[in-house]
């Protein structure tokens, strides 16, 4: 592994498992979420609301950090933690799923991918090489790969190209320069189909990477073949290395990966949807817009102690929605990530006891009526 970083499995239970990333820049429990700092920041909060809800690594986005302000901006900030305030690691994704949903407006090649950029049209080649060479500037403690991400609804020969393309690109970047210290790792495709998914695995994990992900999930499949894959996949990775689903999901999506032996996570859902509205509770979501909260008293989840939870009703927040008050975004964000970094606290816990089948059964179970 990477001089300064490893992985170690504490505990387990069946597939479970709880497990310890150590970075140059801290240790990082898991299973883990990772809040998504697209911009170098997560939005609209402050780092030490994001440290405490749990959360002790961030994701930041390498295609849109390339563009503005620059990976040498960062470069020359000290690197994206210090850049950003942030006490403790950080990840960052190549991307390439950004570049890849940008469809009829990039170009495909063995050589990278050309694409225009949606600040100012300007055309960008990125490469493998060149993937490797911002994360470096960025100086992320844990980079990705440049891979191929196909849609949900790719037919087998698609997902086939990616694949291969992907395995290129991979062995590209294994021999590229990196930052000091900074791990590197590998990303599986395979679409929903479960042969190509472990023949991809077999070939991705022989590169010697730091730590393995599943990417193409939560790309638009059915829910059910992203379930089939985790059960069929996950088992299977590296059990000495950190297993990363990238980009997924709800808190049972999580619990369903965990079940499988995954231990990283990220995705924009709980602060998206909060500057939507939306609110995850145990069993389910609530929508904050909705009339029937106008005069209810309750906190958003009785079952939660986030600092929203603990102070502010549902009718006011309700109000400051209605009348477009900034401080909702605020509240609703800190509640969301709570409850994920809850999520993951108590799936540690559970593991450690070897009752993870009992709380995730228990999680998805409405503690009443919102």
């Not at 990082?28 to 979420?33: E, Q, S």
């Not at 020359?76 to 210090?82: E, I």
């Not at 689903?245 to 619990?255: A, K």
Request: one cysteine or more; a neutral charge; glycine letters at 10%.
């Amino acid at each position: 592994m990477t001089q300064g970083f490893s992985f170690e499995v504490l505990h387990r239970d069946g597939e479970a498992r709880v497990g310890r990333i150590t970075t140059p820049r801290g240790e990082v429990p898991t299973p883990a979420f990772m809040p998504v700092g697209t911009r170098a920041s997560v939005k609209a909060l402050h780092p030490d609301e994001v440290r405490d809800s749990g959360a002790s690594i961030l994701l930041g986005n390498t295609y849109h950090l390339m563009l503005r302000p620059g990976e040498e901006v960062v470069r020359r900030a000290g690197g994206l933690a210090r850049f950003m305030a942030w006490q403790g690691p950080t990840l960052t994704d190549s991307g390439g799923f950004q570049v890849f949903s940008l469809g009829a407006l990039r170009k495909l090649s063995d050589e990278g991918v050309l694409f225009a950029s949606h600040v100012d049209g300007k055309r960008e080649l990125l490469t493998p090489e060149r993937a490797v060479a911002i994360q470096a500037a960025l100086g992320s403690d844990i980079a990705m790969i440049l891979d191929v991400c196909p849609p949900g609804d790719a037919d087998r020969e698609a997902v086939l190209a990616a694949m291969e393309r992907t395995s290129l690109w991979a062995r590209i970047q294994t021999g590229c320069s990196r930052a000091l210290g900074q791990a590197q790792f590998g990303i599986v495709q395979g679409g929903i189909h479960e042969d190509l998914r472990l023949a991809h695995l077999e070939e991705i994990a022989s590169l010697g990477f730091d730590g393995i992900a599943l990417g193409g999930l939560s790309v638009g499949e059915p829910m059910e073949d992203m379930y089939r894959i985790l059960a069929a996949i996950g088992p299977k990775m590296p059990q000495n290395k950190p297993r990363y689903v990238m980009g997924i999901g709800t808190p049972l999506d999580l619990l369903e990966a965990i079940e499988h032996g995954i231990d990283m996570f990220d995705c924009v859902m709980p602060t998206r949807n909060a500057r939507n509205g939306q609110a995850f509770v145990r069993g389910g979501k609530l929508n904050i817009k909705q009339a029937k909260y106008a005069e209810d008293p309750r906190p958003l989840d009785p079952t939660c102690d986030c600092p929203c939870c603990r102070r502010f009703e549902r009718r006011y927040l309700r109000h400051l929605f209605n009348v477009g008050e900034m401080l909702v975004l605020r509240l609703l964000t800190v509640h969301n990530l709570h409850h994920y970094g809850e999520l993951t606290r108590m799936a540690r816990q559970a593991i450690i006891q070897g009752t993870f089948g009992q709380l995730k059964e228990k999680w998805a179970l409405p503690v009443e009526d919102v």
